[in-house]
């Protein structure tokens, strides 16, 4: 079971490396916008564009955090097949929470992009 443990190991970490990067942003996304004039007079719609990163990163946070703690049930994966099941289990909900975090990546530039070139913006 060295290999159970090495990949484990490596889940984990990227797990948690993920973790990190995601309240990084999330911290820096929230501190653009609480410094900007996004909240005044905006519509619903218009609040729901500029907040769906979070959403996005929230829904990732939550799934790296499953595989962070789940390696940790070790003890129920002790036959061959169920900790294949598991490991198979873990990298289609790594790369589910990657593609989730770049989605709201995505949706962040074109919230920028609205921000910069759509918007009305008060004269300095």
Same mark, same amino acid.
């Given at each position: 079971?060295?290999?159970? &443990? @090495?990949? @484990?190991?490596?889940?984990?970490?990227?797990?948690?490396?993920?973790?990190?990067?995601? =309240?990084?942003?999330? =911290?820096?996304?929230?501190?653009?916008?609480?410094?900007? &004039?996004?909240?005044?007079? *905006?519509?619903?719609?218009?609040?729901?564009?500029?907040?769906?990163?979070?959403? /996005?990163? @929230?829904?990732?946070?939550?799934?790296?955090?499953? !595989?962070?703690?789940?390696? *940790?049930?070790?003890?129920?994966? &002790?036959?061959?097949?169920? @900790?294949?099941? %598991?490991?198979? *289990?873990?990298?289609?909900? %790594? =790369?589910?929470?990657? !593609?989730?975090?770049?989605?709201? !990546?995505? %949706?962040?530039?074109?919230?920028?992009?609205?921000?910069? /070139? /759509?918007?009305?913006?008060?004269?300095?």
């Amino acid at each position: 079971m060295a290999d159970f &443990d @090495t990949l @484990t190991r490596e889940i984990r970490d990227n797990a948690r490396n993920l973790a990190a990067l995601l =309240g990084v942003m999330q =911290g820096t996304y929230f501190a653009a916008l609480s410094i900007s &004039d996004v909240k005044a007079g *905006r519509q619903p719609l218009e609040l729901l564009l500029f907040f769906a990163p979070f959403v /996005f990163w @929230t829904l990732a946070l939550v799934l790296t955090f499953f !595989l962070w703690v789940s390696p *940790r049930l070790r003890r129920w994966y &002790d036959k061959e097949e169920q @900790t294949k099941h %598991w490991l198979s *289990r873990a990298r289609r909900i %790594w =790369g589910v929470s990657v !593609l989730i975090f770049f989605l709201g !990546l995505m %949706w962040m530039s074109v919230v920028l992009a609205y921000y910069f /070139f /759509f918007m009305d913006l008060p004269c300095p």
